[in-house]
């Protein structure tokens, strides 16, 4: 692979990580053939954060591994607060470039005004990390692609489709069919099909007169076929196993799901046991929680070579796109 730490325009490779996802950060570290940088990062009794950088990052380039996801070890305003804490020590050392690696952007369902008088708070993000100081963003799945747009500096926005298409692929199921939760999710669904030489299916999700209760159609064949609901994010599991129900009551052989961000909040792995899902795919962008390790359906699998290839590339000034087949 070469030697991680050659110096370029930017100085040698550093890879620092929050409190967020240390493991994740280890793994990227492990496939870049250096460690995770050294520092200390500790609350004051009243839950400011204190940081201190334990070794010389002049002139190096920075990459601090830190998605804005709520875990054992906060909220997703902590390590949102904490992540630019981090950028902001990172710019006083000296640092020659700070590149925020955020697998996941905590936020980006708020991308836009849906109702009157609200904020934009994926766009208040962007410019709070601009603000810290950071250089640059690696990302991945955006809830929506035009939050690119949001950064007045360079943004790279990977997708963990290679991964899950390549494990889905090992299954060597028969009849697949790929199922989109909701119209929105259908160009999403129809990319992985086309990757899995499968069939597509929608579900139409309608509200009842009295907006009580939802209605689940399904647009497509899938009687006697495995489907694959396809997301992007799952967090409290409601929509995911009420789609599985409808699948099932159409017919559906086995019925898998799969999303990038595992949030998984709330009543989410209770649901996902109940429900007639067979195995809920997820990676690691965000770090599972204790009920979720315990639960059999939910399969990690891990984005640190994607991430760690990225950083690879960034640092070294080389292309990207090929992260992207």
């Not at 020590?89 to 952007?105: D, M, Q």
């Not at 100081?133 to 929506?144: A, E, I, P, S």
Request: glycine share 8%; charged share 20%; with cysteine.
């Amino acid at each position: 692979m070469g030697d991680p730490f050659m110096a370029t325009g930017f100085g040698e490779l550093k890879v620092f990580s929050g409190s967020a996802h240390p493991e994740l950060a280890r793994e990227i570290a492990a496939f870049l053939g250096c460690s995770v940088g050294q520092a200390r990062l500790r609350p004051f009794p009243d839950s400011e954060i204190s940081f201190q950088i334990d070794e010389n990052i002049r002139g190096t380039d920075v990459f601090v591994v830190q998605p804005t996801c709520k875990t054992q070890s906060g909220s997703v305003n902590d390590h949102l607060v904490e992540l630019t804490v981090m950028i902001d020590a990172f710019r006083r050392s000296s640092a020659a470039r700070i590149t925020a690696v955020l697998p996941y952007y905590g936020y980006a369902r708020q991308d836009r005004k849906d109702k009157p008088r609200v904020p934009i708070s994926a766009k208040l993000v962007a410019n709070v990390l601009s603000a810290a100081g950071t250089n640059r963003v690696l990302t991945m799945d955006l809830h929506k692609a035009q939050i690119q747009g949001f950064f007045d500096i360079p943004v790279d926005h990977l997708f963990a489709a290679p991964v899950i298409i390549d494990y889905l692929s090992r299954l060597d199921y028969p009849e697949l069919t790929l199922v989109a939760p909701d119209a929105g999710g259908a160009e999403r669904a129809r990319a992985y099909a086309k990757r899995l030489d499968a069939e597509l299916a929608v579900i139409d999700k309608r509200r009842t007169d009295d907006g009580t209760a939802e209605v689940m159609n399904v647009i497509g064949d899938v009687a006697g076929r495995t489907c694959i609901i396809q997301d992007d994010i799952i967090d409290t599991a409601g929509t995911i196993t009420k789609a599985a129900t409808a699948l099932k009551a159409k017919g559906a052989a086995r019925v898998l799901a799969c999303a990038v961000h595992g949030v998984l909040s709330g009543p989410a792995i209770d649901r996902i046991e109940k429900s007639p899902i067979d195995k809920m795919i997820v990676t690691n962008t965000i770090p599972l929680s204790p009920a979720g390790q315990a639960c059999g359906k939910v399969v990690v699998l891990s984005v640190a070579r994607l991430l760690g290839q990225a950083i690879k590339s960034i640092h070294e000034e080389t292309s990207v796109s090929s992260l992207f087949v």
